[in-house]
């Protein structure tokens, strides 16, 4: 999905300087002129019609409408049933601003996009690195390593928790091998938790971190790496010179999913720590925050209230990240989406 | 991506020159698979142990192999009915997925028409609404559909939040296809429509399969839609069902790992069959 962003944005690059590739439909069309956007034939426009009306009523019933009624609802006290009528103004806003446990858990949040950067980032970059040189049984290790990408936050999230309990087989395992005193309660302890929650997610994620940039490896061409063989680059310095500024486009985009799902992290929290614990054990999250205090409160507005912030601060995040950062790759890609 | 890919010179694997440290890359390599598949294979094994056996031992291997907690699941009828409705779920969504994004890329991609450029906007700023933000609201609207504990309530939303990523995917890969091919076609007769039928659909089939086998795995685990709005057991999804289920037999691990490992055993299943598809789909993609 991912690689979609770059890749759609070097097209929105190109297409504007190649009319007459976008031009498509010149010759089986009459009554599309040589010029586009002068008058299409109403056959055209019957053709467009029923060709996106009913991905345009999905999304526009099923997407663009509850993001627009969550702004709505976030003015209202409101338990769900019948009309919103208790209009609050801000009060939500301020009520959730000023709450102790909402700024812990955007803390909590920050924490996990910050790290999961500057440590997924480098090891999934090793990897792969490592997994790219020639070896035998190469595919098959890429295939392991994405298994765990690949199944759900919930058998994740259940495994886990089984196997870091406080009598669970990881601390058995750390006693079998003499480690007994590094045992700990993993899950529960409030200063451990979010180190084992980032334990878990770098398990989870990195593998489609490292498809990603072996994906970016295979499209350097490998003349550049020879030519600074040739001319007694030791590998490292290839990889250092070469390799990553190469790779940089890839790293960027990873990043920016990366921060992005750290925001809205919510399934393995709510599993392993489940609705009550997750304050407590200090590893909530905003949507944690949010399903607990509103729809499992019965406070539907000021749950829709947490939405918005939750958008908001992950706008502002994508936009300021877009603005210096991607700026380069992506050029409006994301915010001002041009075909 | 794989008409770009195509194109392009085939990339061998970067130089078999330098041989530095092979079997230091064999051991990580090694450990790597060992870290990744360890909280895996514990989960499968643990299914075939005995409660007791976990207690005494955690980490140890089942001694004897007891086969009772995979066979009363696979007898009971909760975990069928909870594969049927995920079956049903992802299939669904992967269908209007594709044929609803296929539709609109196509028009994106090869009709000029005022407008195309703020419809392409729209759908592209669907990155930017996740699920997260939009999901009470969707709650409150399903359930004033009447569609509540009902597998349509699911699959329509998701389908709705698929749409962004498959358009931005299938939309590049629809203008890839080169306007030789579309003269060529109407000069032998062929309309707009049925050049989609004859040539498109078929020529931008591994984009397709790819974004279904993204839409299908990502309905399969999907977990907070289905959390709001599926309540009824007779409507669980999968992962509602290992929920539910590790809950009311939280004292009883073995099977808890039982069902867990039953209720991956799908995706992977599904996985490991298109693993070159999707590994070399985000490849592809990245690539073009």
């Known amino acids: ?339 | 991506m794989a008409a770009v890919t195509a194109e392009a010179p085939v990339v061998v694997r970067p130089s078999a020159r330098v041989k530095w440290g092979s079997p230091t890359a064999y051991f990580i390599s090694l450990l790597l698979i060992g870290v990744m598949m360890t909280p895996v294979v514990y989960i499968i094994l643990g299914g075939f142990r005995t409660n007791s056996q976990i207690t005494v031992d955690p980490a140890g291997f089942p001694h004897p192999w007891h086969l009772g907690n995979y066979i009363d699941i696979l007898k009971g009828t909760v975990f069928w009915r909870e594969v049927l409705n995920s079956t049903i779920a992802a299939g669904a969504t992967t269908a209007g997925v594709v044929a609803l994004g296929m539709m609109t890329s196509f028009v994106l991609a090869r009709y000029q028409f005022r407008g195309r450029g703020a419809m392409y906007a729209l759908f592209a700023s669907g990155l930017m609404f996740p699920l997260t933000v939009a999901i009470t609201p969707l709650y409150i609207m399903v359930k004033d559909l009447g569609l509540m504990n009902s597998l349509p309530g699911v699959i329509l939303p998701q389908i709705g939040f698929g749409l962004p990523t498959t358009i931005i995917i299938l939309v590049p890969f629809l203008r890839a296809i080169p306007d030789e091919l579309q003269e060529a076609a109407a000069i032998d007769g062929c309309s707009r429509l049925g050049f989609f039928w004859r040539m498109v659909l078929p020529l931008s089939l591994p984009g397709v399969i790819t974004v279904g086998i993204l839409t299908f795995i990502g309905s399969w685990n999907s977990y907070l839609l289905p959390l709001f709005l599926l309540n009824d057991q007779d409507s669980f999804t999968l992962p509602l069902g290992v929920q539910a289920f590790s809950s009311q037999y939280s004292v009883d691990t073995a099977k808890v790992l039982a069902f867990t490992s039953l209720s991956m055993l799908p995706a992977l299943l599904f996985f490991s069959l298109f693993e070159r598809r999707i590994i070399g789909g985000l490849t592809g993609a990245v690539k073009g």
Request: charged share 10%; hydrophobic share 50%.
């Open chain 1, 1 to 339: 999905m991912t690689d979609s962003i770059s890749e759609h944005v070097s097209r929105a690059q190109v297409s504007p300087a190649d009319p007459a590739g976008d031009g498509a439909l010149v010759a089986p069309a009459p009554a599309v002129g040589h010029r586009p956007r002068r008058g299409i034939g109403w056959r055209a426009r019957l053709e467009i019609a029923v060709m996106t009306g009913p991905a345009l009523a999905v999304f526009l019933t099923f997407v663009v409408f509850p993001v627009v009624m969550a702004a709505y609802y976030g003015f209202y006290r409101w338990h769900g049933y019948g009309e919103p009528t208790d209009f609050v103004g801000l009060k939500n806003y301020v009520t959730i601003l000023q709450d102790g446990t909402f700024v812990d858990a955007l803390k909590h949040n920050a924490f996990v996009v910050v790290l999961s950067i500057v440590l997924q980032g480098p090891a999934a970059v090793l990897l792969a690195l490592l997994l790219n040189r020639k070896m035998r049984g190469q595919s098959i290790i890429r295939v392991l390593i994405f298994v765990p990408y690949v199944i759900s936050e919930v058998v994740v999230g259940t495994g886990w928790s089984l196997l870091l309990q406080s009598q669970g087989a990881f601390n058995d395992v750390l006693q079998n091998f003499g480690l007994g005193h590094f045992t700990q309660d993993w899950l529960a302890n409030p200063s451990l938790a979010i180190w084992t929650l980032m334990g878990i997610l770098t398990w989870k994620y990195i593998g489609f971190a490292v498809i990603l940039f072996l994906a970016g490896l295979q499209g350097i061409p490998n003349e550049l790496t020879e030519a600074a063989a040739i001319d007694g680059a030791s590998y490292w310095q290839i990889q250092r010179r070469i390799t990553l500024p190469l790779l940089a486009p890839t790293l960027r985009i990873w990043a920016f999913l990366s921060i992005i799902g750290a925001l809205q992290l919510f399934d393995l929290v709510y599993i392993i720590w489940g609705q009550y614990v997750a304050s407590t054990a200090g590893t909530s999250t905003m949507v944690t925050y949010m399903v607990v205090n509103g729809r499992n409160a019965g406070s539907y507005g000021f749950g829709n209230a947490v939405a918005v912030v939750l958008f908001v601060i992950s706008l502002v995040v994508a936009l300021i990240y877009q603005r210096f950062v991607l700026r380069r790759d992506t050029d409006g890609a994301i915010t001002g989406g041009r075909v």
